[in-house]
DNA sequence: TTCAACATGCAACAGGGTTGCAAGATATTT
DNA sequence: AAATATCTTGCAACCCTGTTGCATGTTGAA
């Protein structure tokens, strides 16, 4: 608990109770979440408003970051090395079609492309989805 | 315009001007839309709704494939060999942050990724974020 | 030409996401 | 400890995307 307040507090950020709340939920839950789960799980306590709030202030700060599939937007933790200037994202995130859960796959970057003549390339973002180790038969 | 009918016929759907229309602009503009970008074009010609269900239809035919960016979600048209039964989706899309086009690459394909112990692919889906040529300055 | 099957428009709705503003909480200074 | 400036929250209102039900209009084949 008190590890939030100084992760919250190096990121320039002032300690509620909301913000607190949505990221020990990132922390304890390992796959990213949509303001939909988030709101299902803490919304007798916040307001919907306040949660996409500390989600839109959280990616400002470079303490989480997004993750598209299929179904919609989710967030996911960033690692260390994300601050509000730089942000390193070139991981592969995984979607699993049984279980539904879309996480990072951190050590596993993205690989090298050649494009076209002309193209100048500055963000990656690959999603495969299938089946995760869990939902393995 | 006699193309658009055999096209559709070939897919098994009856003529329509809203899916002639549809699907003629999907051949002219080369780019991926967005269900906005139709409405912008057609909307005053067609409901929403029809063309929401026209793009319904095109998606499960085979005919047109989801592309999914950072704005939402658009729409291409896929190629020969995708019908009702096998697409063909390992192509790449870029989007250029300039013109804000998203665009198959067709010719290109996703590289390879070795995956974690346990983890079953099936779908790969890789957007590249960037400059294109067109917008190179 | 007739008719069943299919497509359309309209209205209504659900969900995701944003904004303005007044009231409440936080960190800092005195 | 109290006062204050600054930031955060809740609420209401709103827009946009996408879906569904149903009555009416069209299509293509007999
Ligand atoms: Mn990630
Ligand atoms: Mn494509
Ligand atoms: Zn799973
Ligand atoms: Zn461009």
Redesign the interface.
């Known amino acids: 608990m008190e590890q939030l307040r100084e992760m919250l507090k190096g990121h320039q950020l002032r300690t509620t109770t909301c913000r607190e709340d949505v990221l020990s939920t990132f922390i304890s839950k390992k796959n990213a979440l949509s303001h939909g789960d988030l709101e299902g799980m803490l919304g007798e306590n916040y307001d919907r408003v306040t949660i996409y709030r500390t989600l839109k202030t959280f990616l400002e700060k470079g303490i989480i970051h997004?993750v598209?599939?299929?179904e919609g937007l989710r967030y996911a933790l960033c690692s260390q090395s994300c601050s509000e200037e730089k942000h390193q994202h070139d991981h592969?995130h995984?979607k699993c079609?049984e279980c539904g859960e879309t996480n990072c796959?951190e050590?596993?970057h993205?690989?090298?492309?050649?494009?076209?003549?002309?193209?100048?390339?500055?963000?990656?973002?690959?999603?495969?989805?299938?089946?995760?180790?869990k939902c393995?038969s």
């Open positions: 997004k598209l599939d299929d592969i995984f079609n796959i050590n596993l993205i690989p090298a492309v050649k494009l076209p003549e002309g193209y100048i390339p500055e963000n990656f973002n690959l999603l495969i989805q299938g089946t995760c180790p393995k």
